[in-house]
């Protein structure tokens, strides 16, 4: 900085110290006696013209004399000083010289403030105000349904935080209080740094201070960790799909070719069956969503919950990196979708789920909560997950009943999903909780009315004797209704088991006298078959399992994409199929893995039986037609079936090398695959 420069800074802050001097002294005094004026340059003039500090200063005085000896006239009488010495420390500028209005208002300003404050702040207020003008002229064209929509299913962003939520209830020296694990946890990120990875940074500066450290924090998602490797997303982004007339935006994340060959090798991993080869691979891509998703899934399996959750939040932090610039406005505002039919985008699905369970066994309710609330609305009409069937437990027990109630009753989603039995019971609890007695009773009556067998089966779980009469012996109608009861009663039952809620339950149920069966219930909606066994599945509750139907549960071959819609939109092609299909992966695969491989195949073949259910097929062909009914009665479609018989021709080719022949011939009343020496 020259010499002149660092002269100009010292006068500027010379005159700001007298400035803020003189406010002082004014507000301290209680006379009007108005000090001597003191002519000084404007603050702007000083910063503008790098050849001469007073070259408009001439120019402006004329002007601004004009204004004194306007503003001094409309100036009212009682306090003439003030009004006088407040014109005076606005400088001479002529940008200042517009309307009385803009004196008037500039004149109520505090003291302190100078022409620099004064024009940050009009800065800063500005973009807010475009904002708020461009929102008020696209909130006319919505319908107020939709504006109670997006308002219930509105994502706060700092709730899906954990570290917020765990620092409220514990305090802030629970959260950052020494963690045992952390020296060690450092140390073998720097040890994964060590190895060499593509787009490492770390230990360039100190920890906390880089920008690396930086972008770990400011994540919509999930906050980074200091001992996370030092990479980048490896061609993870997002991309706006459609600006829809309803004001909400439709976005998918996308893989760059980096990113697909890397989705190759995680199919070949998973092809060759070897949790080695897959912890292998995120040692060299420790931001590839598949793999994480995986491996959390091998250490959950064993038992190491607390990986587990870790790789889940590496994901999570990996998917906010590359969300796209407008993805969190509108997000928040409940405006973001995502087409579910995308397979990059179900990845995002599933890490969210996974994450909501793994939030529940922390009991960090509220923020559970926050994070279902976003996956329904990415999606609030199809729910391809069922979120709505679990999501009122975690708004009770997050002490969240309000936005229980708000979602419950959106017009929107009481079209699409009517009422089903958890949201009917579970808003009879929140308005409980909200000190609305009245209104908790009439809710109850109804869902009562609705769902007798769920009022029944909870005095039954919660052992409430003796039973009202009109509930007595209810059961629900078919597996459908079944599998709906077994799913709310036995997880919500804790949240009836108080005092106020079992009082509530028996009063509504021996004041009524009537009740149906509850067959036909008109509340309930049907839901997609695939969306509920999908739901069950992922809950991990075997004995649900059994309540499935065959046809569709058979459909589940991946834990990384569990049940895909039969439209699914892939936006590239794997040359692997998910299974062992080439003689690169075949090379490291043992024995024993093949014919695991083989058993599993010879299963699903044997399931299928083509040559059972038509007995001349063989010798009279068998046409498309009859050959995809055949398949879907079997419960399952004709891509899996060509994508097993070519794991099997690749499956005879590896055999052959050790020695193994595949015999396809079918003895009477055999399997249809058997392996010789």
Same mark, same amino acid.
């Given at each position: 900085?020259?010499s002149?420069?660092?002269?100009?800074?010292?006068?500027?802050? !010379?005159?700001?110290?007298?400035?803020?001097? #003189?406010?002082?002294?004014?507000?301290?005094?209680?006379?009007?006696?108005?000090?001597?004026?003191?002519?000084?340059?404007?603050?702007?003039?000083?910063?503008?013209?790098?050849n001469?500090?007073?070259?408009?200063?001439?120019?402006?005085? +004329?002007?601004?004399?004009?204004?004194?000896?306007?503003?001094?006239?409309?100036?009212p009488?009682?306090?003439?000083?003030? *009004?006088?010495k407040?014109?005076?420390?606005?400088?001479?500028? *002529?940008?200042?010289?517009?309307?009385?209005?803009?004196s /008037?208002?500039?004149?109520?300003?505090?003291?302190?403030?100078?022409?620099?404050?004064?024009?940050?702040?009009?800065?800063?207020?500005? +973009?807010?105000?475009?904002?708020?003008?461009?929102?008020?002229?696209?909130?006319?064209?919505?319908?107020?349904?939709?504006?109670?929509?997006?308002?219930?299913?509105?994502?706060?962003?700092?709730?899906?935080?954990?570290?917020?939520?765990?620092?409220?209830l514990?305090?802030?020296?629970?959260?950052?209080?020494?963690?045992?694990?952390?020296?060690?946890?450092?140390?073998?990120?720097?040890?994964?740094?060590?190895?060499?990875?593509?787009?490492?940074?770390?230990?360039?500066?100190?920890?906390?201070?880089?920008?690396?450290?930086?972008?770990? =924090?400011?994540?919509?998602?999930?906050?980074?960790?200091?001992?996370?490797?030092?990479?980048?997303?490896?061609?993870l982004?997002?991309?706006?799909?459609?600006?829809?007339?309803?004001?909400?935006?439709?976005?998918?994340?996308?893989?760059?070719?980096?990113y697909?060959?890397?989705?190759?090798?995680?199919?070949?991993?998973?092809a060759?069956?070897?949790?080695? =080869?897959?912890?292998?691979?995120?040692?060299?891509?420790?931001y $590839?969503?598949?793999?994480?998703?995986?491996?959390?899934?091998?250490?959950?399996?064993q038992?190491?919950?607390?990986?587990?959750?870790?790789?889940? !939040?590496?994901?999570?932090?990996?998917?906010?990196?590359?969300?796209?610039?407008?993805?969190?406005?509108?997000?928040?505002?409940?405006?973001a979708?995502?087409?579910?039919?995308?397979?990059?985008? =179900?990845?995002?699905?599933?890490?969210?789920?996974r994450?909501?369970?793994?939030?529940?066994?922390?009991?960090?309710?509220?923020?559970?909560?926050?994070?279902?609330?976003?996956?329904?609305?990415?999606?609030?009409?199809?729910?391809?997950?069922?979120?709505?069937?679990?999501?009122?437990?975690?708004?009770?027990?997050?002490?969240?009943?309000?936005?229980?109630?708000?979602?419950?009753?959106?017009?929107?989603? !009481?079209?699409?999903?009517?009422?089903?039995?958890n949201?009917?019971?579970?808003?009879?609890?929140? $308005?409980?909780?909200l000190?609305?007695p009245?209104k908790?009773?009439?809710?109850?009556?109804?869902?009562?009315?609705?769902?007798?067998?769920?009022?029944?089966?909870?005095?039954?779980?919660?052992?409430?004797?003796?039973?009202?009469?009109?509930?007595?012996?209810?059961?629900?109608?078919?597996q459908?209704?079944?599998?709906l009861?077994?799913?709310?009663? &036995?997880?919500?039952?804790?949240?009836?088991?108080?005092?106020?809620?079992?009082?509530?339950?028996?009063?509504?149920?021996?004041?009524?006298?009537?009740?149906?069966a509850?067959?036909? &219930?008109?509340?309930?909606?049907?839901?997609?078959?695939?969306?509920?066994?999908?739901?069950?599945?992922?809950?991990?509750?075997?004995?649900?399992?059994?309540?499935?139907? &065959?046809?569709? *549960?058979?459909?589940?071959?991946s834990?990384?994409? &569990?049940?895909?819609?039969?439209?699914?939109?892939?936006s590239?092609?794997? =040359?692997?199929s998910?299974?062992?299909?080439?003689?690169?992966?075949?090379?490291?695969?043992?024995?024993?893995?093949?014919?695991?491989?083989?058993?599993?195949?010879?299963?699903?073949?044997?399931?299928?039986?083509?040559?059972?259910?038509?007995?001349?097929?063989?010798?009279?062909?068998?046409?498309?037609?009859?050959?995809?009914?055949? #398949?879907?009665?079997?419960?399952?479609?004709?891509?899996?079936?060509?994508?097993?018989t070519?794991?099997?021709?690749?499956?005879?080719v590896?055999?052959?090398?050790?020695?193994?022949?595949?015999?396809?011939?079918? +003895?009477?009343?055999? /399997?249809? /695959?058997?392996?010789?020496?």
């Amino acid at each position: 900085m020259s010499s002149r420069a660092l002269r100009r800074a010292q006068k500027e802050l !010379e005159e700001r110290q007298q400035l803020e001097q #003189l406010a002082q002294d004014e507000e301290e005094s209680e006379e009007e006696i108005a000090p001597a004026p003191l002519q000084k340059p404007s603050l702007f003039a000083m910063l503008g013209d790098a050849n001469g500090d007073h070259e408009d200063d001439d120019e402006a005085d +004329p002007d601004l004399d004009a204004v004194n000896e306007a503003e001094e006239e409309e100036a009212p009488a009682p306090k003439p000083a003030k *009004k006088s010495k407040k014109k005076k420390k606005k400088g001479k500028g *002529k940008a200042q010289v517009e309307t009385p209005e803009r004196s /008037s208002a500039s004149s109520k300003a505090k003291s302190g403030m100078d022409e620099i404050d004064r024009a940050l702040q009009a800065l800063n207020m500005a +973009p807010q105000s475009k904002a708020e003008a461009e929102s008020d002229q696209q909130t006319p064209g919505i319908s107020e349904e939709l504006q109670q929509l997006y308002s219930a299913i509105a994502v706060d962003a700092q709730h899906l935080q954990a570290a917020n939520e765990m620092r409220k209830l514990f305090g802030r020296a629970a959260v950052q209080g020494g963690n045992e694990d952390e020296p060690r946890a450092r140390q073998r990120g720097r040890g994964q740094q060590q190895v060499g990875l593509a787009a490492a940074v770390a230990g360039r500066n100190a920890p906390g201070r880089n920008l690396a450290s930086l972008g770990l =924090r400011r994540n919509i998602f999930v906050q980074g960790k200091e001992e996370w490797p030092r990479a980048t997303s490896g061609g993870l982004g997002m991309e706006v799909v459609e600006k829809r007339a309803d004001g909400t935006v439709e976005y998918r994340f996308v893989h760059n070719t980096t990113y697909q060959s890397v989705q190759r090798e995680f199919e070949t991993c998973v092809a060759s069956m070897d949790p080695d =080869r897959m912890v292998q691979l995120l040692h060299f891509n420790p931001y $590839h969503i598949s793999t994480l998703l995986q491996v959390s899934e091998i250490a959950k399996q064993q038992r190491d919950n607390a990986t587990a959750s870790d790789l889940l !939040e590496r994901a999570l932090f990996s998917f906010g990196r590359a969300v796209h610039s407008t993805f969190s406005n509108n997000l928040v505002q409940g405006k973001a979708r995502l087409d579910f039919r995308r397979p990059e985008n =179900r990845e995002f699905w599933l890490a969210v789920w996974r994450y909501v369970a793994t939030l529940g066994v922390r009991a960090t309710w509220r923020t559970a909560f926050e994070w279902a609330k976003l996956l329904v609305s990415l999606a609030p009409e199809e729910d391809p997950y069922c979120v709505r069937l679990s999501i009122d437990q975690l708004a009770l027990r997050g002490r969240e009943p309000q936005a229980l109630v708000d979602l419950v009753q959106t017009d929107h989603l !009481e079209r699409v999903w009517k009422i089903p039995p958890n949201l009917a019971f579970s808003v009879a609890l929140a $308005h409980d909780r909200l000190k609305n007695p009245e209104k908790a009773r009439s809710t109850l009556r109804s869902a009562i009315q609705e769902y007798p067998w769920i009022a029944a089966r909870l005095c039954r779980e919660l052992e409430l004797a003796p039973i009202p009469k009109a509930i007595w012996g209810k059961e629900p109608s078919g597996q459908f209704q079944e599998l709906l009861c077994q799913l709310y009663v &036995p997880s919500a039952k804790d949240l009836w088991n108080t005092p106020e809620a079992t009082s509530l339950l028996m009063e509504v149920a021996s004041s009524l006298e009537n009740v149906g069966a509850g067959d036909a &219930p008109y509340w309930l909606a049907p839901i997609d078959e695939v969306d509920l066994a999908r739901y069950v599945i992922l809950s991990d509750d075997k004995s649900l399992l059994s309540l499935l139907d &065959p046809r569709v *549960k058979n459909k589940y071959t991946s834990m990384s994409d &569990p049940l895909p819609p039969e439209d699914n939109l892939p936006s590239y092609t794997l =040359r692997t199929s998910g299974r062992i299909s080439d003689h690169h992966v075949d090379q490291n695969t043992t024995e024993g893995q093949l014919l695991a491989e083989l058993e599993t195949l010879r299963e699903y073949f044997q399931r299928v039986d083509l040559g059972h259910r038509i007995p001349n097929a063989n010798e009279q062909g068998m046409t498309e037609q009859q050959l995809l009914g055949l #398949l879907e009665e079997s419960g399952t479609n004709l891509n899996e079936f060509r994508r097993n018989t070519e794991r099997v021709q690749a499956l005879r080719v590896r055999l052959q090398e050790f020695g193994l022949r595949l015999a396809f011939e079918r +003895p009477p009343d055999d /399997s249809d /695959s058997e392996s010789d020496d």
